[in-house]
């Protein structure tokens, strides 16, 4: 007997598989293609506990696939542009792509000692030109088809950082996702991608299967309004100036009593009468230092300066006052509001903060009118229209459609759509990132590098100067360039994209990775795309997953895919916590590298002990005491494969013991195969524990050596190869089987067999015959007599009299004798 080594058996198997390419998904399969993409890493320095929690199950669930008789692409890569790169450079005087490179060597390693079946011909590396070519390839196809622009406007800005950043990558608080700084609006020129034309068909999700919360987040970001715009007027210096505004409630507009506009609208310093200049111009700087979060947050006190200015309403003819207010995003609507305190509740609070008048318009059903000098909040319900000229009397359910079809006919006004969703912002002020390809010609303005120069190589060497600008303005050798156009001296754009950007496309790439004439062919798309499965954190959300599926229907769009939606089902993990029940972090002092405990017990015992910790989208608390028990678990399987295979011929009879082991071997088969349908790998291992120790206690029968109980540790085996790939093949190769397990059918199960064998069970009272019941065999005496008592008709027969006796007959019958 041979004792479990997986220090031997791991290396010798990670080895072969990749000798004999057997994870790769050929392009010429007669399979059907199941493309299975998990959320590829940043190179950050080492697999993490969460990388393992994340790809173990993922990779547990693509062999399953491939066993199921698919032809599984599985692909890995790198997302390897970004600012831990750039920052780690400045910090240790190193080279961000040496730095890169060399955590990628890292990580490919242990994503070798993982055991996972990646298909490593198929990697990825974004950083490299192979790779970023066909990114800025894609950026001047979205700057052909006007998708692509540039503008001044006011971004982000970490201080901490030294870069804008996507709204996404703003934490509610205000603050910098990645450094915690204070964001604050800072205004440069910078490059555009439409994403906003898509806002209406990002809304839908038609045939895909996505969490309900994704979903809803996705829904909520993109933040689609349905109402009018008004335009309120006034006249400066004689001429006629026209302000629109977006309203949901188009049927409050006789209760406009004050007008609002963001503190940056262009119309501010016209508007502004020469007593209030100095007021307003106080605001506007202090507004300028505030996010946009804090602006909106509810909570906070209502802050506005009147400028001295006035609006007519164009529907009731009221002249109102004109306010500056933080509360105004000028990114949102038109960046002007028609103030209605009695029906919207920030309108009220200012208005009760400055003496505005609060004007009632709007009845909610089966209230009276009353004062609103006595309101203690807005009244934000639908209603009649009241106090509202020729509307009055216009019940709830017209209301929004007269007053907009009056604004149309009367030229003042139409119903619109608005969306929270902003263009996305792809301009970084940074070096580690792919160079847009622009070049700027005195002469010719802005033009796009010919595709046939691709890529723009982005310098391997830089210096970091705290300047706030991209590293690329101080490099001459990239900085200056020719005109494509005229051919005279120009310079070249220094900012770099975002690298959301890179990973809006990875997915595309892996179905052609080593194309160098152009980013996939028609071919290839057609072949395995979209994907079938993603899997990957929900922190993802609302930036990668909606700029991926924004890519895919641009492109669509420009004809170079046929498909609408990248993802078709999407799966996100839970976290793995620290055994405190706590988010793994360094502050916390509570973080357990993986790499100790593959080191001790092997990959596969570290790998079965993630699907274990609990329902893989929960998550759940990494306990190290606890990997002993899975450590045990598969020494135990190794050792009773080893003692108990019997090679040669076995006893092919057929009894009450072989055909127990051949329903617990269907039952088990049947389990397992329903887990790992739904993501359940914990119950899918309790299956499999439970079976071994079956096996285990029947090994010194007589039935260990019939052909049922060879089998069943055959099927055993199976099952738990997509979960613990090294032990499990090392055991078929021991136990005499050609090839693969990994290659092998997975095990089917007929339904008949799953169920227990039953026998009717004759019940007597006092040797009459009073009722039949159908019992599982094997059940034991102490559980018969528990079934009989419990029986209400037997109870009834029994009544008030005491069990004096109770015979089994095993397998028969049981006979109740009373005593009155
Ligand atoms: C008048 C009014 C009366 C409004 C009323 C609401 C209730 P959502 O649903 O989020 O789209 N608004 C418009 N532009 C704004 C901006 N740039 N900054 C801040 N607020 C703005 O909200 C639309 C409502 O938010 C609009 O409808 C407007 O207030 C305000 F009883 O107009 B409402």
Redesign the pocket.
């Given at each position: 007997r041979t004792k479990y080594d997986p220090k031997v058996i791991e290396p010798k198997w990670q080895t072969r598989w990749e000798e004999e390419q057997i994870y790769h998904a050929p392009d010429d399969s007669p399979k059907p293609k199941f493309y299975h993409l998990v959320m590829f890493p940043y190179p950050s320095g080492d697999l993490h506990m969460g990388h393992w929690y994340n790809y173990s199950p993922f990779d547990a669930y693509g062999r399953f696939m491939r066993r199921l008789g698919y032809n599984v692409m599985q692909p890995i890569g790198f997302d390897a542009f970004g600012l831990p790169a750039e920052n780690a450079a400045i910090k240790r005087g190193i080279q961000a792509r040496d730095w890169t490179m060399a955590n990628i060597e890292r990580m490919r390693k242990q994503l070798r000692m993982m055991g996972a079946q990646w298909d490593w011909q198929r990697e990825v590396v974004t950083c490299q030109p192979e790779y970023y070519k066909w990114t800025q390839w894609l950026f001047l196809q979205f700057y052909k088809h006007g998708l692509a622009y540039r503008t001044r406007a006011p971004a982000n800005w970490c201080p901490g950082c030294n870069t804008t950043l996507a709204n996404e990558q703003v934490l509610p608080n205000g603050t910098c996702e990645r450094c915690g700084s204070t964001v604050i609006r800072k205004e440069i020129e910078q490059w555009l991608l439409r994403i906003t034309k898509y806002a209406e068909e990002l809304l839908r999700f038609d045939g895909i299967d996505w969490p309900e919360k994704t979903v809803t987040m996705q829904r909520n970001w993109i933040?689609r309004?349905e109402?009018a715009e008004i335009r309120f007027f006034t006249e400066i210096d004689g001429e006629r100036v026209e302000i629109p505004?977006?309203?949901?409630?188009?049927?409050?507009?006789y209760?406009?009593t004050f007008f609002?506009l963001?503190p940056e609208h262009p119309l501010v310093e016209r508007l502004t009468t020469s007593e209030q200049r100095a007021a307003v111009e106080a605001y506007v700087e202090r507004t300028r230092r505030m996010t946009e979060i804090e602006r909106?947050s509810t909570e906070k006190e209502k802050t506005g300066v009147f400028t001295g200015g006035y609006v007519i309403n164009p529907v009731s003819g009221d002249r109102v006052p004109v306010w500056i207010a933080d509360?105004?995003?000028?990114?949102?609507?038109?960046?002007?509001?028609?103030?209605?305190p009695?029906?919207?509740q920030?309108?009220f609070e200012f208005a009760r903060k400055f003496g505005l008048p609060i004007r009632q318009v709007?009845l909610p059903p089966g209230e009276e009118e009353s004062d609103p000098a006595t309101w203690s909040e807005?009244k934000?319900a639908y209603g009649t229209m009241i106090n509202s000229g020729p509307f009055t009397g216009t019940p709830a359910d017209q209301a929004i459609r007269r007053v907009i079809s009056y604004l149309e006919e009367q030229g003042i006004g139409q119903s619109k759509v608005?969306y929270?969703l902003r263009d996305w912002l792809i301009s970084r002020q940074r070096y580690w990132g792919a160079p847009i390809p622009i070049i700027y010609c005195p002469k010719d303005g802005t033009v796009p590098v010919p595709e046939d120069q691709l890529p723009v190589y982005l310098p391997e060497h830089v210096q970091f100067k705290p300047t706030g600008e991209s590293p690329l303005r101080y490099e001459p050798a990239f900085l200056n360039t020719t005109c494509p156009k005229c051919g005279g001296p120009a310079t070249r754009e220094v900012d770099t994209m975002d690298t959301f950007i890179c990973s809006s496309w990875y997915f595309l790439r892996y179905a052609d990775p080593h194309n160098d004439q152009e980013a996939w062919s028609q071919e290839a798309i057609r072949r395995w795309l979209p994907v079938d499965q993603y899997v990957g954190g929900a922190e993802h959300a609302t930036m990668h997953l909606l700029y991926a599926r924004f890519f895919v229907k641009a492109l669509r769009d420009m004809g170079y895919l046929h498909f609408d939606e990248p993802f078709l089902r999407l799966y996100h993990q839970g976290m793995v916590l620290g055994a405190d029940g706590q988010k793994m972090s360094k502050s916390r002092g509570n973080v357990e590298a993986p790499d100790k405990y593959v080191e001790k017990y092997g990959a596969d015992t570290v790998r079965c002990y993630m699907m274990f910790i609990g329902p893989f989208d929960q998550g759940g608390s990494f306990k190290a005491e606890n990997l002993e028990g899975v450590w045990r678990f598969l020494n135990r399987v190794w050792n009773l494969v080893t003692e108990s295979w019997v090679s040669g011929t076995v006893s092919e009879e057929e009894n009450e013991a072989t055909r127990a082991i051949e329903r617990l071997r269907h039952k088990t088969i049947k389990r397992v195969t329903e887990d790992l349908h739904h993501f359940r790998f914990n119950t899918a291992l309790a299956a499999l524990m439970e079976m071994n120790n079956a096996l285990i206690k029947q090994q010194h029968d007589p039935v260990a050596r019939t052909a049922a109980y060879r089998q069943a540790l055959e099927t055993m085996m199976q099952l738990l190869a997509p979960m613990a790939p090294h032990i499990t093949e090392e055991l078929w190769e021991m136990t005499g089987h050609q090839g693969s397990i990994h290659l092998t059918d997975w095990p089917q199960y007929d339904e008949a067999l799953t169920h227990d064998e039953t026998f009717t069970l004759v019940v007597q009272v006092n040797g009459r015959v009073r009722e039949r019941l159908e019992v599982p065999v094997e059940t034991p005496e102490e559980e018969i007599r528990q079934l009989v008592l419990s029986n209400p008709r037997v109870a009834a027969y029994i009544g008030d009299a005491s069990v004096e006796k109770f015979i089994y007959v095993p397998g028969r019958i049981a006979n109740v004798v009373t005593r009155p």
């Open positions: 933040g309004s109402g505004v977006f309203t949901t409630r188009p049927d409050t507009v209760g406009v609002v963001a909106l509360y105004v995003l000028l990114s949102y609507g038109s960046g002007a509001v028609m103030g209605v009695a029906h919207d920030r309108d709007i807005a934000t608005t929270r």
